[in-house]
């Protein structure tokens, strides 16, 4: 995955976004954030640049302070493709399986798309 720092590319994911809202409005918020300063450590990530298929946003790794706490550990995703999940979640490291998280997102599916992986990996959902 592809942290995305400079503003120009930050600002063109913006504009992209909002062409896809209500979908997008978790992620959109965090990028709009980084965008303009950034003030609560987040990071934003894609897996391809300037064609994505999946963003995610999460909290800077080293902002982490409780493995077990899933609400520092919030991530926010939208993605185009099923797969496209499905690879962020059985082995990237954008995804730190040693700890618990949350995943928020507004698409339809996603509550089963994320089971699904989660039990094909033997993982716990809740």
């Known amino acids: 995955m592809l942290i995305l720092r400079c503003p120009a ?63 520092t550990n919030q991530l926010s995703v939208f993605y185009r493709d099923k797969g496209a999940l499905q690879a962020l979640l059985q082995g990237t490291e954008a995804v730190t399986q040693g700890r618990a998280f949350q995943i928020l997102g507004m698409q339809d599916g996603l509550d089963e798309d994320v089971q699904e992986v989660a039990s094909a990996r033997g993982l716990k959902v809740e």
Do not use: C
């Open 9 to 71: 590319q930050l600002q063109l994911l913006e504009e992209t976004l909002r062409k896809s809202l209500p979908t997008t409005l978790p992620v959109l918020g965090t990028v709009m954030t980084v965008a303009r300063g950034n003030p609560a450590s987040h990071e934003v990530l894609v897996d391809s640049w300037p064609h994505f298929s999946i963003v995610l946003t999460r909290l800077r790794p080293e902002a982490h302070r409780d493995p077990r706490d899933y609400y």
